[in-house]
């Protein structure tokens, strides 16, 4: 099927950056949007970014100005650059995406990655 596997997560401190990789492998036809998500304990997990196979981009009004998300569709990969992190970015980071498979009848799968921490420190 397909695979999602974050990475870049880490410790920083207010102020930093990180920036977020997210690598989808397997056998599919084509990746429609790739989203970032955020969850922190006892709450759910929330949208944070998007991005269409079209480039256009949508984020929460949180991060809005300070993150960006992109995309490199020959790496089938996308990014999240993370610049003036506040404590309160901290949560683990999943990556999702919508994908078309290759199987017919075509339909639309979303898997997600395992998840990266990341801790921003006052």
């Known amino acids: 099927q397909v695979q999602l596997v974050e990475s870049g997560g880490g410790l920083v401190q207010a102020g930093g950056s990180l920036r977020l990789s997210c690598v989808a492998s397997?056998?599919?036809?084509?990746?429609?949007?790739m989203n970032w998500y955020r969850q922190v304990p006892e709450k759910q997990r929330e949208l944070v970014a998007l991005?269409?196979?079209?480039?256009?981009?949508n984020y929460a009004d949180s991060v809005k100005g300070r993150f960006t998300i992109s995309r490199d569709n020959s790496k089938n990969t996308a990014y999240l650059q993370m610049n003036s992190l506040q404590p309160e970015d901290t949560g683990v980071y999943y990556c999702?995406?919508?994908?078309?498979?290759?199987?017919?009848?075509?339909?639309?799968?979303?898997?997600w990655g395992q998840g990266t921490q990341v801790t921003v420190s006052s």
């Open positions: 999702n995406a919508a994908v078309t498979v290759l199987r017919v009848p075509r339909r639309i799968i979303n898997p």
């Open positions: 991005i269409t196979d079209g480039g256009v981009t």
């Open positions: 397997g056998r599919f036809l084509e990746i429609n949007s």
